[in-house]
T-cell receptor, first 114, second 111 residues
Framework: DAGVIQSPRHEVTEMGQEVTLRCKPI?????LFWYRQTMMRGLELLIY????????DSGMPEDRFSAKMPNASFSTLKIQPSEPRDSAVYFC????????????FGPGTRLLVL | KQEVTQIPAALSVPEGENLVLNCSFT??????LQWFRQDPGKGLTSLLL?????REQTSGRLNASLDKSSGRSTLYIAASQPGDSATYLC??????????FGSGTRLLVRP
């Protein structure tokens, strides 16, 4: 298996623009997670899905952030409008189940908002 | 609120040395504890997962222990090598199935 796939790997955009990050989980995994990593706050869980259904989005910073999982093999994280403080590395991870299972991380998307 | 702390924040050792990384957490109601490795500019790689009912896990030169009652875990690396240089992250899966991460220990193994 190719592992968790994220695109793009790098994104530079201007403040106010819409940003869409994409993730393809490992085939057969039922849970998908979006994380954000910054120097100041470390790794934080934004949202996770189980069987394509959002279970907990309490980590989503504000209404500018939204996530979808239209099917078992694809998820998006959208920021609209983007702000400089959104600059971070965004990771997607998947696991067979939300609990008691190892999470497998993608390589991340490095986002810079100017 | 669950908080995970890792000590030390950074560590530099000569090659061949055995070393211990520490992780502590404030709420013992966890499902499991995981140790990850992160190389610069890369994603996280899972090293070891210890279920809440287990005391330790071993993989090659790595051994992780868990004392849930005291809220502590250690990662022991035997005979360290320059290729072990990376940031090591500890994370606990809390009662709401969220993975809560520590800030990591940045390890440098000098040749």
């Amino acid at each position: 298996d190719a592992g968790v796939i994220q695109s793009p790997r790098h994104e530079v955009t201007e403040m106010g623009q819409e940003v869409t990050l994409r993730c393809k989980p490992i085939s057969g995994h039922n849970s998908l997670f979006w994380y954000r990593q910054t120097m100041m706050r470390g790794l934080e869980l934004l949202i996770y899905f189980n069987n394509n259904v959002p279970i907990d989005d309490s980590g989503m910073p504000e209404d500018r952030f939204s996530a979808k999982m239209p099917n078992a093999s694809f998820s998006t994280l959208k920021i609209q409008p983007s702000e400089p403080r959104d600059s971070a590395v965004y990771f997607c991870a998947s696991s067979f189940a939300a609990y008691q299972e190892t999470q497998y991380f993608g390589p991340g998307t490095r986002l810079l908002v100017l | 609120k669950q908080e995970v702390t890792q000590i030390p924040a950074a560590l530099s050792v000569p090659e061949g040395e055995n070393l211990v990384l520490n992780c502590s957490f404030t709420d013992s109601a966890i499902y499991n504890l995981q140790w990850f490795r992160q190389d610069p500019g890369k994603g996280l790689t899972s090293l070891l997962l210890i279920q809440s009912s287990q005391r330790e896990q071993t993989s090659g030169r790595l051994n992780a222990s868990l004392d849930k009652s005291s809220g502590r875990s250690t990662l022991y690396i035997a005979a360290s090598q320059p290729g072990d240089s990376a940031t090591y992250l500890c994370a606990v899966l809390d009662s709401s199935y969220k993975l809560i991460f520590g800030s990591g220990t940045r390890l440098l193994v000098r040749p």
